[in-house]
């Protein structure tokens, strides 16, 4: 028996796998695919306090190896993710993330009030979409805005506080350290990679708000690169993501340093996909002798 | 429920220009398969396509497990598909969305189908005919080597069946659009009192805009069959979505088919 338990920063997991905001909704499309209760957890779409609409379509655009999005981070609200899912979650016996979004400082603190007296189990504050014009990305490329955010979320809540980072940075531990300075639990990376696509015979972008964010396997080597760094740099678990799409790509992840990981634009190619990498991952430790997951972590020879 | 099946390519056959007809062995899709479906399909020979394509099904036999897909080549996954052969394996999520829903009762219906969007409107005409109604059918295509569905209508060969077809360059049947035909037919069913009691169309957007806003006009239950650029195709990613009268909707659960009511056209 392969001890598969992580500790991500007070969130307990039976499995380092959880699913990446925004890819899996809460669970509920994937019922006929992945029993949700098997993850580690599952990571729901970042929520604001009253929905937001999202932007106009097209949306996606696939790239090579990869996919740019520009959703925009709509969603109900939170008081729809209360009534709905977060209860059937509950019920599936998931453990549960939830990822939250504001526009402003006071709505992520409004969101976590909201969500006190919930079933979630741990929050990851999105300082890092770059996709919406406020709050997001704007603010997480800022140190000093980053531990504003962070610290007024730790003021709020007890539960584990996971801090999602953005790549579009130049030097991604800055922002790390102002995270963990200001209260984080846990450091969650990356976020999508802005970039863009042209139609060279429209001469049209592929998305209506020209630039989206860029995920999936082509994003992979950025991804490892800055766990790595921010795992050097900090001491708190890292919950890292970003093109993994089976377990050898989940365990390069953990011997970077991450704790646990998400499986994000996998599930659109593969609905089973994160369960078949925890899966995977068990697999990988009894071939390769490994007792306990937590090895991994760091465990990177060079 | 969905499922994500391994299907077998059967055969993967060029039908006219750009055009191809896809049979694939998929035994519980072609069992459980309803009209307007789709199926979300794996360009599994190329992983750098990390995005499935959705596909409709154009006909379905569940005694011999197999489906058709006809597809248009418009890019590098259609391209990829065009390589495939027998015995060639992928994915496929199905039956996936909402199909065509007509009135339980509908008499006497129209389906207008614009170049592939013939295609998924095959089964529901099928299903119509057997429930006793009688089916006009419009299929419109650029050129006459493009109207690939054509002959397969035409081997329904079920009673109340009448299938017309235009070409934008005449080459085949009346030169036009397929909404000038749909047009005629409705202006001529209301003089005769033999009304229409339901209209359905696929196709360019366009051209479903101008089937519905005559569907509108004389008063006639309408639905279309709406594309969107799709990610997850299960409901999960909002890639899909449509603006309804109910606000956002995603296509690729809540549709693909809709109302024409729930849409602000
Ligand atoms: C519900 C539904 C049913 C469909 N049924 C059929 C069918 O029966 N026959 C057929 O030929 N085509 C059908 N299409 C369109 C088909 O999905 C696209 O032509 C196909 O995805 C193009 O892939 P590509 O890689 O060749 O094109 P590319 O342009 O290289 O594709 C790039 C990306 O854009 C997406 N995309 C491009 N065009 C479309 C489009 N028109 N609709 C949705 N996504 C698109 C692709 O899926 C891919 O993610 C359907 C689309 C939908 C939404
Ligand atoms: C369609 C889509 C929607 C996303 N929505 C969110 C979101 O709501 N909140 C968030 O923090 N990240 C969001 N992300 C980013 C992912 O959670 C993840 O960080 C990123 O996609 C990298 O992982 P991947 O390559 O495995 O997809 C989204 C990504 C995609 C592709
Ligand atoms: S394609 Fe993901 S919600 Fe429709």
Not at chain 1, 77 to 88: A, F
Not at chain 1, 127 to 140: E, I, K, Q, R
Request: charge should be negative; hydrophobic fraction near 45%; include cysteine.
């Amino acid at each position: 028996m392969v001890n598969m338990n992580v500790n991500l920063g007070g969130l307990f997991m039976k499995n380092p796998v959880t699913t990446a905001s925004g890819t899996f909704a809460a669970g509920m499309e994937f019922a006929d695919f992945v029993n949700v209760g098997d993850l580690g957890a599952v990571t729901t779409k970042g929520v604001s306090l009253h929905g937001w609409e999202g932007n106009e379509s097209p949306r996606i655009a696939e790239t090579p190896s990869g996919m740019l999005n520009s959703i925009g981070l709509q969603n109900p609200g939170v008081e729809h993710l209360k009534d709905v899912e977060l209860p059937w979650l509950a019920e599936q016996g998931a453990r549960i993330i939830v990822n939250v979004s504001g526009h402003s400082i006071e709505e992520y603190r409004e969101v976590i009030y909201a969500l006190e007296d919930t079933p979630a189990d741990a929050y990851e504050v999105n300082v890092s979409c770059p996709n919406v014009d406020a709050g997001g990305m704007t603010m997480g490329c800022d140190p000093t805005m980053v531990a504003k955010v962070v610290g007024t979320c730790r003021s709020a809540t007890l539960k584990p506080l996971i801090v999602k980072l953005t790549p579009n940075v130049t030097d991604i531990t800055e922002i790390a350290k102002a995270a963990v300075d200001a209260g984080a639990d846990a450091l969650s990376l990356i976020n999508t990679l802005l970039g863009m696509a042209i139609d060279a015979h429209t001469r049209r972008p592929k998305l209506a708000r020209v630039v989206g964010g860029l995920s999936g396997p082509a994003v992979k080597p950025v991804a490892l690169r800055m766990v790595w760094e921010c795992y050097k740099a900090t001491s708190v678990p890292i919950l890292g993501m970003g093109g993994i799409a089976n377990a050898d790509d989940a365990v390069e992840f953990m011997l970077a340093g991450a704790t646990a990981v998400a499986v994000g634009t996998a599930n659109f190619t593969n609905p089973h996909a994160s369960i078949q990498v925890a899966r995977g991952i068990e697999r990988y430790c009894r071939e390769q002798g490994v007792e306990d997951v937590n090895e991994l972590i760091g465990g990177l020879v060079c | 429920m969905l499922f994500d099946e391994i299907a077998t390519v059967v055969a993967n056959q060029k039908l006219g220009p750009g055009l191809y007809l896809m049979t694939l062995k998929a035994p519980r899709c072609a069992l459980e398969v309803q009209p307007g479906q789709f199926v979300h399909m794996m360009i599994s020979t190329n992983p750098s396509h990390v995005l499935r394509r959705p596909f409709s099904v154009y006909a379905a036999d569940a005694r011999t497990e197999l489906i058709d897909v006809l597809y248009q080549v418009v890019g590098g996954g259609t391209f990829e598909m065009t390589k495939w052969q027998e015995g060639t394996r992928t994915a496929i999520v199905a039956p996936v969305g909402r199909g065509w829903k007509p009135p339980y009762n509908a008499r006497r219906a129209l389906l207008v189908g614009g170049g592939v969007g013939a295609a998924p409107l095959y089964m529901l005409c099928d299903q119509l005919l057997d429930k006793g109604a009688d089916v006009d059918v419009v299929l419109g295509a650029a050129t006459g080597e493009c109207l690939v569905c054509l002959d397969r209508y035409f081997d329904l060969r079920k009673p109340g069946l009448r299938v017309l077809h235009t070409t934008d360059d005449g080459s085949a049947g009346a030169e036009g659009f397929c909404t000038d035909l749909a047009e005629d037919a409705l202006a001529l069913a209301a003089r005769t009192g033999k009304r229409y009691d339901y209209v359905a169309a696929c196709g360019p957007e366009p051209m479903m805009r101008i089937a519905a806003g005559l569907a509108k006009l004389y008063g006639i239950p309408c639905e279309v069959s709406l594309e969107r650029r799709m990610a997850c195709g299960i409901g999960a990613c909002l890639s899909c979505v449509v603006d309804t009268v109910d606000g956002k909707k995603r296509a690729c659960v809540d549709g693909p088919v809709f109302d024409i009511r729930e849409l602000p056209w």
